[in-house]
């Protein structure tokens, strides 16, 4: 889990991009009428980008003018050149966060998430910072849920300051039956680090309200289930070396994506693990 880098666009040309694009006259008007309001609203966001929560409900209030921004985005002739303006965040992005959602680290960032929701604050539906690349899951999970209680619910991968503490950790769970090899996975959260309190608790609530716990221990079984495998088959090696294998992998796993990604958590947990080599290597043997 790390930051992604913020769009480089220039906010004001892409409204004024829009603006001029439009087809319909209505729709045009409207935008012309509006871009003051919508603009001081990006100098708003601009300024309160890392506390986000203070925002002030929009200033957007008559229905055809939200409806008028919120076709900007929508996929149709009448637009913003959706594709292009995506293609331009998602450029400057590492190849590792072009290939992996930064919310949930599992699958393709194929969508894109208004952090500040486009049907709460429509003149945000085309502003660049607002628009965060992730998988459908979590975009669909998300929704329009964003603030409870005046707290944020989500880590903003832009503005952020996303910890290089660890704080995801991973407990394997063996049977009791020393036939039953691979062990069960949880993942928890936990603050030995030091990070901030109220840092700590925004990302405690990043990961239940997506769910990503569960996810996680359920989606890493193939991984693990692989890792078994290639060891299992391989016990003519000592077990030094497999872990040593493993080091190096995760190493990787953490130069590449940060200490809280769920293989650089898993892959930890097994090397630390003496029972997952221990049933590996005695069931071999007998």
């Known amino acids: 889990m790390k930051n992604l880098n913020p769009p480089q666009l220039d906010s004001l040309n892409v409204y004024k991009r829009v603006k001029k694009n439009a087809r319909d006259a209505d729709k045009k008007l409207r935008l012309e009428n509006i871009e003051h309001l919508v603009l001081s609203r990006y100098e708003i966001y601009e300024s309160n980008a890392t506390t986000l929560e203070v925002m002030t409900d929009s200033n957007i209030i008559d229905e055809n003018d939200i409806k008028a921004l919120g076709s900007c985005y929508n996929r149709n002739k009448d637009g913003y050149l959706e594709g292009e303006v995506v293609a331009e965040i998602i450029a400057l992005q590492s190849s590792q966060h072009k290939n992996s ?85 949880v993942f928890e959260l936990k603050n030995n680090s030091g990070i901030g309190p109220e840092q700590f608790s925004l990302i405690t609530s990043h990961y ?10 359920e989606y890493v079984e193939e991984e693990l289930s692989n890792l078994h495998d290639e060891i299992l088959h391989n016990t003519h090696l000592p077990r030094e070396e497999h872990i040593e294998s493993l080091r190096r992998k995760k190493d990787s796993f953490v130069r590449k994506y940060g200490q809280n990604y769920w293989k650089s958590s898993l892959y930890e947990a097994i090397i630390e693990s003496d029972e997952f080599f221990e049933r590996i290597y005695k069931l071999r043997v007998s």
């Open 208 to 217: 239940k309200e997506l769910g990503l716990l569960n996810e996680l221990s």
């Open 101 to 185: 959602c930064p919310y949930c680290g599992m699958d393709k960032p194929r969508t894109i998430d208004h952090y500040l929701p486009k049907s709460i604050y429509p003149e945000f539906s085309i502003y660049p910072p607002n628009l965060i690349p992730c998988c459908g899951h979590c975009n669909g999970k998300k929704s329009f849920k964003w603030l409870n209680n005046g707290k944020r619910l989500f880590l903003n991968f832009y503005y952020d300051d996303i910890p290089n503490e660890k704080f995801l950790n991973v407990e394997l769970i063996f049977d009791s039956n020393p036939l039953i090899q691979e062990p069960r996975v």
